[in-house]
C-alpha cells in the first residue's frame, strides 16, 4: 500500500470537488463513500474506462493510490481534472503508455497511475508491448481495496482480465458501479451466474432520492475468496449460448432437429468445463444451471418469434408465461398489410396459432431435458 503523507489542508477541496460534480451528484457519491471509506483511510483503487474522470472516483472511495486504465491517451486531460478539483500535482513522469503523478489533495498526498490499454483487444501478444503492459497492469493492482466503473457497460469484455481483477479483491472489498445500466462488474460477460455465484453481496446504500438527479450507484461487497473465476466465466458463456438454442432462437425455417447436434455438444462443452471447477463452486453453480435448462419453462415468445416472425408484436407473454394477443395490437395493426397474410391477423387466428405453438413448445422442451439428462445423468443418477 502506497504511504500517504500528510500535508496543507485545503479548505475548499470539498467545494470544488462539488462543484466539478454539482452539489446533488456529490451527495449521491457521499453515499457510497460513507459505507465503502467512512473513515477515510489510505485506499488503492482500480478505474476502468476512466477517461479523464479522477473526481467521481475520489469522492465515491476517498482514494490516495489509484490506477486508472483507458484505451484513449487521457494524460493531460486527467491532470487538468486534479487540477479541477483543487488538486496540486508535486511530481509525474510518463514511460510509454504509463504516466505516474502525485498529488495532494484534501490534506493527503495521493499517487495516481494511468495506463493507456486496451485491456478488451483479443489480439494483445503477450510478446508485444501492449502484451507487456497488460502483464505490469496485472502486477501494479496487486492490493487493491476497490474496482470503479462509470457509465461503461463494455468495461471488461474479456475472461482473463475480468476474472484477474474479481479474483484480486479480497474479503470485505468493494466493486462500485456508477451510472451504468449494468450493475455487475460482469453483466457484459456474464449471463446467468449472480454476483453471489462469484462471491460478492449487494451492499445497500443509504436511501437517496437518484431521481433528484445524483449519479444512481450500485455496491457489492466481496464475501468469500474464489479462484478459478475464468473458468466460471466460460460455463456462463457456454450456458447463456445453450439457453438460447433452448428457447427457439434459431434461424427462420431451421428445424431444430438441424440445431440439436450443436445442442448436444455445446451441452457436452459446458460438462467438460464444468468438471474442472474447483469443487467449492459447482454445488452452487449445478443449482444455476438446473434451475435454467430443467425447472425452467424457458422463453416461449423467443421460441413463438423465431418459428412465426410476422407474429412478432401482436403478442406479449401474459400471466403464467402465457402468450396473449394484444386487441389494442390489433386496432393498430388492422391496417397494414404482409405479403403472407394480407390483413393483420384476427384474435382468433392468433389463439388458435398460440394453443398449437404451447403443445409443440411442451414437447420441445421434454425432448430437451431429455438430452440435459443424457449428458449430465450423473447428476440425476443420486
Known amino acids: 500500500?502506497?504511504?500517504t503523507k500528510e500535508v496543507k489542508i485545503e479548505q475548499n477541496a470539498f467545494e470544488k470537488i462539488s462543484n466539478v460534480l454539482g452539489k446533488v451528484t456529490m451527495n449521491s457519491l457521499t453515499a457510497v463513500k460513507e459505507v465503502v471509506n467512512p473513515s477515510d483511510k489510505p485506499l488503492k483503487t482500480i478505474y476502468l474506462a476512466s477517461g479523464k474522470d479522477v473526481a467521481h472516483l475520489i469522492a465515491a472511495t476517498g482514494a490516495t493510490e489509484m490506477i486508472l486504465v483507458d484505451w484513449v491517451d487521457q494524460k493531460d486531460a486527467i491532470?487538468?481534472?486534479?487540477?479541477?478539483?483543487?488538486?496540486?500535482?508535486?511530481k509525474e513522469s510518463s514511460s510509454g503508455n504509463r504516466t505516474e503523478a502525485y498529488f495532494d489533495w484534501n490534506g493527503k498526498s495521493r499517487k495516481l497511475i494511468f495506463y493507456i490499454l486496451d485491456i478488451n483487444n483479443e489480439t494483445v501478444n503477450r510478446l508485444s508491448k501492449e502484451g507487456q503492459s497488460l502483464n505490469q497492469l496485472y502486477a501494479e493492482m496487486k492490493g487493491i481495496d476497490v474496482i470503479f466503473t462509470k457509465y461503461s457497460n463494455c468495461a471488461l469484455q474479456r475472461y482473463e482480465p475480468l476474472a484477474k481483477v474479481i479474483e484480486e479483491l479480497r474479503i470485505g472489498?468493494?466493486?462500485i458501479s456508477c451510472g451504468q445500466s449494468m450493475k455487475w462488474l460482469a453483466d457484459s460477460l456474464s449471463k446467468a451466474f449472480t454476483p453471489n455465484c462469484f462471491g460478492f453481496e449487494e451492499v445497500s446504500i443509504r436511501e437517496y432520492r437518484w431521481a433528484d438527479g445524483g449519479i444512481e450507484s450500485h455496491l457489492y461487497r466481496k464475501m468469500r475468496p474464489l479462484s478459478g473465476v475464468r473458468e466460471m466465466l466460460e460455463v456462463d458463456g457456454l450456458l447463456f449460448s445453450i439457453n438460447g438454442i433452448r428457447n427457439g432462437m434459431l434461424e427462420e425455417d431451421v428445424s431444430f432437429e438441424r440445431a440439436r447436434p450443436a445442442y448436444k455438444?455445446?451441452?457436452e462443452d459446458m460438462k467438460r468445463k464444468f468438471d474442472e471447477l474447483s469443487p467449492e463452486v459447482r454445488e452452487e453453480l449445478k443449482q444455476v444451471i438446473v434451475n435454467m435448462l430443467i425447472e425452467s419453462s424457458g422463453n416461449i415468445c423467443s421460441y413463438g418469434a423465431a418459428l412465426r416472425p410476422e407474429y412478432n408484436g401482436y403478442?406479449?407473454?401474459?400471466e403464467g408465461g402465457k402468450l396473449v394477443p394484444t386487441p389494442e395490437m390489433?386496432?393498430?395493426?388492422?391496417?397494414?398489410?404482409d405479403a403472407q397474410h394480407g390483413e393483420a391477423p384476427s384474435a382468433d387466428v392468433l389463439?388458435?396459432?398460440?394453443?398449437?405453438?404451447?403443445?409443440?413448445?411442451a414437447r420441445y422442451l421434454k425432448d430437451r431435458r431429455e438430452d440435459f439428462r443424457e449428458v449430465f445423468k450423473e447428476w440425476f443418477s443420486q
Open 330 to 337: 390489433l386496432l393498430e395493426f388492422s391496417g397494414m398489410k
Open 265 to 267: 455438444e455445446k451441452l
Open 79 to 90: 491532470k487538468e481534472s486534479i487540477k479541477q478539483i483543487g488538486g496540486n500535482i508535486t
Open 173 to 175: 472489498d468493494y466493486y
Open 1 to 3: 500500500m502506497y504511504k
Open 351 to 361: 389463439n388458435e396459432w398460440i394453443k398449437e405453438l404451447e403443445e409443440r413448445y
Open 315 to 318: 403478442i406479449y407473454i401474459g
